[in-house]
């Protein structure tokens, strides 16, 4: 008896000294095998570039991040003896600051949809005073089904339009006619056919706002909802859509609670196209205070309201922006290109108090009846560095006299002209996304 409690002590320690172990180790290497698979899922690409930029100006104009994003020339500065302008200035910098790093990620299926994200930052900080800080770019995870794109995070402005823009080499892709924003947003693109996608978004403005308090937007409580349809046919590309947005500029911070809301909207068309060895690329964006996407403009109190401190209504100043680009393959290495913009300032379509009169008055270069842009540029690209040069030759034309629906009238204009060459030499690494940016 003594004998068979001790076989059965035996064979209890033999499981639990060799067989339990051996199925536990068993267990481990079976769960770290699926681990691995689920793993190999995944799959990372980490891109980016540096860069080196020499710009030469003759006229001190409008630009941030030290001077590398530029907009357009400021007003001449006449001195009342001498009667030179004093914003004739010749300068010259060389920096390295626009140095940009990602990574893309795909994944597994999600409920039959294809997996992707994107986390991209640079060094240009979000403003003037945050150079060679690192900024948070493009930040989004998307799911693909059959015809549908679902895309949630910070991504492009739809009036920036990534599927459009031009190859300039400034930095922005000229942004005084080229809408720029980032925003974060939801954002749906339904597939029809083969030649119509449809895109419809609703975002919130990050650190790209309009002009005014910073919280206009969220007080309003409302997104800003675009909507666009594309139609390509071969290598042609149009597009058309339109937006609506809204902002509430006060609310109890003089005493009392100001309600009212600016009622914005927006439209543009697009589209592009390649020929053999030439491709064109052209935008034209027309609407109310499109500041949030860095073009001039802005809004104010409506006239009939100018006595009212308590519940006065606004109206936005409307701004048109046009561009146009086009490229020319030379060889295989060397590509030629130039790009020509228009920007106007179309005033507003209610009378809107004088600015001198109104503290409520919110303007981003309203004092512009137009600025213009002509650039041409030489690019050299082998394997992974890119050499370009670009001359751009810029003018603003700014006045001191509006109707009484602050349209700019065109007599007694006085035009500051820049003209700027700019050096670009960029080493890509790691296969950088083919955007524009």
């Not at 698979?37 to 991040?65: H, P, V, W």
């Not at 790009?339 to 981003?364: R, V």
């Not at 006045?399 to 065109?410: A, G």
């Amino acid at each position: 008896m003594k004998t068979h409690r001790n076989t059965k002590l035996c064979i209890l320690l033999l499981n639990v000294g060799i067989i339990f172990p051996f199925y536990f180790t068993c267990a481990l290497q079976l769960k770290a095998q699926e681990n691995e698979k689920q793993e190999k899922k995944f799959k990372y690409n980490l891109y980016g570039y540096i860069a080196y930029d020499i710009t030469a100006d003759t006229y001190e104009s409008k630009t941030t991040r030290n001077e590398l994003f530029y907009f357009y020339p400021l007003k001449p500065d006449i001195h009342p003896v001498s009667g030179d302008d004093l914003n004739e200035n010749f300068q010259l910098n060389m920096l390295s600051i626009q140095n940009r790093i990602g990574v893309k990620v795909s994944g597994p299926d999600f409920f039959n949809a294809k997996t992707s994200a994107l986390v991209e930052t640079d060094f240009m900080g979000t403003a003037e005073a945050y150079n060679y800080m690192l900024r948070l770019r493009l930040a989004y995870f998307s799911m693909k089904w059959e015809k549908a794109t679902l895309l949630l995070g910070q991504y492009w402005h739809p009036l920036f339009t990534p599927e459009c823009n031009p190859n300039t080499v400034c930095f922005g892709k000229s942004p005084a006619y080229n809408p720029l924003n980032r925003s974060g947003q939801a954002r749906v693109d339904y597939t029809v056919n083969n030649a119509i996608k449809l895109i419809g978004t609703m975002s919130m403005n990050s650190y790209h706002k309009s002009v005014g308090p910073a919280k206009s937007q969220i007080n309003a409580g409302v997104p800003d909802f675009q909507l666009q349809s594309h139609f390509t046919l071969g290598k042609i590309l149009l597009g058309v859509g339109g937006g609506y947005f809204q902002l509430q500029p006060l609310l109890g911070d003089r005493g009392y609670k100001n309600k009212e809301k600016i009622h914005a909207f927006d439209a543009i068309v697009f589209g592009s196209a390649t020929f053999n060895k030439v491709s064109v690329r052209l935008k034209s964006v027309i609407g109310q205070n499109l500041t949030h996407t860095l073009l001039t403009g802005g809004f104010g109190r409506i006239f009939d309201d100018q006595n009212n401190d308590s519940t006065f209504r606004y109206t936005s100043l409307i701004t048109n922006a046009n561009w146009i680009d086009c490229d020319y393959r030379l060889t295989k290495n060397i590509s030629l290109g130039v790009f020509g913009g228009l920007t106007l300032n179309l005033g507003a379509n209610k009378k809107i108090t004088p600015i001198i009169d109104d503290p409520f008055f919110y303007a981003n270069g309203t004092d512009i009846a137009y600025i213009i842009k002509i650039a041409p540029r030489v690019v050299y690209t082998v394997n992974n560095l890119v050499f370009a040069l670009e001359y751009s030759n810029d003018r603003a034309a700014y006045t001191e006299e509006f109707d009484c629906y602050y349209r700019p009238k065109t007599i007694n204009l006085q035009t500051g002209i820049n003209n700027r060459v700019l050096f670009s030499a960029k080493y890509n690494f790691m296969g950088t996304p083919k955007r524009n940016s």
